[in-house]
């Protein structure tokens, strides 16, 4: 089986959640994830609610080939709160 993607196949997508929470000295550390997500729309929802639940929490999704080593730009789905730049 080859892991070649032909130009009518949608590459695969990484959809990911993380959450976050301030330490004592007030930086924001990871308290939830990266989460890998099966769709856009729950990565959406879980953010929002990890967002009420946490300092901040972000969901994001890019297309991904990590056989090859291709990845695409990625695109953020939600951010709530504080998160910390995204490089």
């Keep these: 089986m080859s892991d070649t993607i032909l130009p009518q196949q949608k ?6 959640v993380t959450a976050f929470d301030r330490d004592e000295i007030g930086d924001l550390q ?12 729950r990565a959406t929802r879980t ?19 990590p056989a090859l080593g291709e990845y695409g730009e990625p695109k953020t789905l939600f951010v709530g709160g504080d998160v910390p730049d995204m490089q």
Excluded: C, F, M
């Design 30 to 41: 990871t308290v939830y994830g990266p989460a890998e997500q099966q769709t856009e729309d």
């Design 11 to 16: 590459a695969p997508k990484l959809i990911v």
């Design 47 to 65: 953010a929002r609610v990890l967002a009420g639940k946490h300092a901040g929490a972000v969901a994001w999704s890019r297309e991904a080939n």
